[in-house]
């Protein structure tokens, strides 16, 4: 089993729908990042967060410590949100742990 | 600021050729890391620079190595290519370090034939 899993794994809606996707990790993690990687490689930052709630635009991440769970939802979607979305966790601050990565989730959105 | 920058963007190398992709960080970036990203893999990491030190190494073999320069800028080194080094090869450079928030450069897309 991965130590970090996204769901799902290939997404497609319409324009104008609210998106959710899911990142489960199973070790004690000190951070957790949602990044973006559009068609053509580039791969953006996104949120970095380690307890709560991050919102930019249309963009929130929430995080559950407890229940080792993280969700990036997409309001009012649009086809520029067309990308794949990867999780990365990072252990514990005073690990010399490196980022463990999830497989990504693909999202298209159509027009 | 510029981003990160990479070069070069595309290449193409035959089995058994060595290659050296170039990685310019952020200004003021001390941390250089190096992501092989292949269909379905995902990234994988294959090694942090900070200050001119390999500070972490990922599970890759030998015939890959880095170096950082006093500048920040990094290179990476693939020898005895294989059919299998096939990918795109991301750096991402941090002010603290590759487990804080990373910029990432546009990557160089590697074919080896």
């Known amino acids: 089993k991965n130590e970090v899993e996204q769901s799902p794994q290939n997404l497609t809606a319409q324009e104008g729908e609210f998106i959710t996707i899911n990142c489960s990790y199973s070790?004690?993690?000190?951070?957790l990042h949602w990044l973006q990687q559009h068609p053509g490689g580039g791969i953006v930052s996104l949120f970095m967060?380690?307890?709560?709630?991050k919102k930019h635009g249309r963009l929130i991440a929430t995080i559950n410590i407890q229940e080792k769970h993280s969700s990036l939802h997409i309001t009012a979607s649009h086809p520029r949100d067309s990308a794949v979305y990867i999780c990365a966790v990072r252990g514990p601050w005073d690990s010399n742990y490196q980022l463990i990565w999830g497989a990504g989730t693909k999202l298209i959105i159509k027009p | 600021k510029a981003g990160v920058t990479q070069t070069p963007r595309y290449l193409i190398k035959t089995r058994g050729q060595q290659v050296t992709l170039s990685c310019s960080p952020i200004s003021g970036h001390r941390s250089v890391s190096w992501y092989q990203q292949t269909p379905g893999q995902g990234l994988q990491f294959l090694f942090e620079y900070f200050s001119e030190t390999q500070r972490n190494k990922g599970n890759f073999p030998g015939r890959f190595s880095g170096r950082q320069f006093s500048n920040s800028r990094s290179e990476m080194n693939v020898s005895t290519l294989e059919l299998g080094d096939s990918a795109l090869y991301l750096c991402?450079?941090?002010?603290?370090?590759?487990?804080?928030?990373?910029?990432f450069g546009p990557g160089t897309r590697l074919t080896v034939t």
């Open positions: 967060l380690s307890s709560g709630k």
């Open positions: 991402a450079s941090s002010f603290e370090g590759n487990t804080y928030e990373q910029y």
């Open positions: 070790v004690g993690i000190s951070a």
